[in-house]
């Protein structure tokens, strides 16, 4: 879309005095093909350094994928499979005490915890694994589940989801994953991921954890077949419920990585966002989300060098070390299972700031 300079000058001027971007103005950046990208970007970093300063913050994180067996057939999924298929596998409760007991060695302050849809699994199989994971590394932050799984048990145990929520809650998990959120779009759910819960649900149960004292993340996941538009549907989905609730930590805009997904394969989604797409998406998040402090950027979906580039554009988080990463992976990035805290040192002194370590409610180590 082209724009008038001063015209967008104006505007993004006036997003950084605290005016609200409405839905058709975030549409038309998002659209922007030309240099005034850069604009857009330049202002972005402006607001970042005005609400949350020079620090780029980072935290000691681990992730455990306790199962890849998953009921659901995500199309924009590499990672699931089916039982019995020789990429199956399944952590025992004693592996996963394991991983977290080493994780509490490290020192890591946050261990993440997501899986398939197991089709066996039901509330007491997650409150299970959270006992050991507390059991195993009582100090570390868990950071679990998200409103498809609190679903999926509910459903599986036949209670509601507030029930899972309080349990999770009182097992030990402190925040909620904001995944599965995708496109909070029905007919674009309904191409990519048909079996998954539908917008409303993902709101519902949003509200509800925020309610139960679990606050969450919140994501995006673009560049397969979604239109500017709908994107700037999900963000205005979002900046409402953190109105309301407040209960969002941060907001993570996850690239789609498309090698070796179904919907790549089919010729259903295109091959990811561009370089111009990645960086406005990250802008556009900081300049319309003004109830939000902190915006990631995903190392593990766009590389170090991009990941720069998005520190320059609004971010000012980079999210986790990690350690161990599978779902990206198994979509195709290359981007390695752990990023090492000298990395985003070298990164973000080269942009004079500071690198600082967080916990996962953004309080300072
Ligand atoms: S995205 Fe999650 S729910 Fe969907 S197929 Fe993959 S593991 Fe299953």
Redesign the pocket.
Known sequence: MAHDFHELKTLLDDVCEGYRLTFDEATGLLKTKDKLSFLIAAAADSLREKRCGDAVTWVKNQNINCS?I?????G?????CKSGDLRAYELTLNEIGKKAGLAASRGVTEICT????HPEYDMNSYLSVYRTIREHAPDVHIHASNP??VA?AARRTGCSSREVLEAFRDAGVGTLCG??A?ILVDNVRDII?P??ISTDEWINIIKESHDCGLRSTATIMYGHCESARDQVKHLSIIREIQDETNGFTEFVPLSFIHPGTPIYKKGIARPGATGREDMLMIAVSRLFLDNFANIQVSWVKLGLKMVQMGLMSGANDLGGTLYEES?SSSAGAKTGEYLDPADMRYISEDLGRPLVERRTDYSMV
Request: proline share 0%; charged share 10%.
């Open positions: 890849n998953c009921v659901n057939n995500c924009f999924c590499g990672f699931s997501v899986s398939g849809l498809m799984e999926y995944t599965a995708e991921c079996g998954k779902i």
